[in-house]
């Protein structure tokens, strides 16, 4: 195929791309979406700052213009993201115990259930450990305990049952001490009959990244009964380097079966979070970059 979508399809997973909806005007911008994506996720129009600004209160405008535009393109959904320490609105942050957790309960219910039978899979929590292993000191870890993430997760599957529902992280790009600590939660998880049913790999990585271990680590995830999702993939640098990280990821998910797709953090390096770093497989004239034929290569089986 000619495609990353299509190539992708070939072995029934997909290639996706976060998406700003404020681009998908632009023509270059929407053509190469469109030409070579076949799953999207908003960028930030999901996340709790943008869908509930008031408590109660949601605004779903942006995040329904890019289910709309998926939906009318055939692309998937993936949804970013339910609950993170980061992008909440003012309102939470005043919050402490039981108003807390009916405020996190409450968005969920509102979020997920609004999309309810439009995602692929959401990101449920995002972010809630450290590179030591440890949970990360925000307030929901603070305010509500150890249990917060099961919580969020028994909340998702409630508003949408039929949305595979994911732990993201970054730095989880090998075996460590943080997958480790994730891994154990997974499978704490999966014992207990909490509802989890993928975890996301962010993949925010550079062309010196060492993925000796990465196959092995989506794998054992994998052995776990989960889906295993590379959600947020983008590698500073450029030219050979850079598509040998891209190339490793992507061969590294082929070989996993419950490696579904691949995510990259944006279309263009015109628009990339990473300003400085080039970090996309098309550059800010949306000419495909060397990592995007070792990627292509890769997801036809060359
Ligand atoms: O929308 C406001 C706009 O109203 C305001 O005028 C402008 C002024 O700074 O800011 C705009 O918001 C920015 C937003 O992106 C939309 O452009 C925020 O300041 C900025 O902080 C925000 O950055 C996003 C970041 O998450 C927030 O933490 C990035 O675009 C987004 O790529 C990034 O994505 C995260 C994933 O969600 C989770 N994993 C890591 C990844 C990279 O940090």
Redesign the pocket.
Known sequence: ADTLGGAAAQSGRYFGA?VDPGHLGEGDYASALNREFNSVVA??AM?WDATEPNQGQFSFGAGDQVVSHARSKGMKVRG??LVWH??QPAWVRGLTGDSLRRAMIGHISGVAGHYRGQISSWDVV??AFEWDGSRRQSNLQQQLGNGWIEEAFRAADAADPGAKLCYND?GTDGINAKSDAIYRMVKDFRNRGVPIDCVGF?S?LDSNADLSTYRQNLQRFADLGVDVEIT?LDVGGSGAAQARVFRDVTAACVAVSRCTGITT?GVTDKYS?RSQETPLLFDSAYRKKAAYGAVLDVLNGA
């Open positions: 976060a960028e930030n996340k970013h993201t980061s992008q995002n972010e970054y962010q925010h947020e953090w979070w």
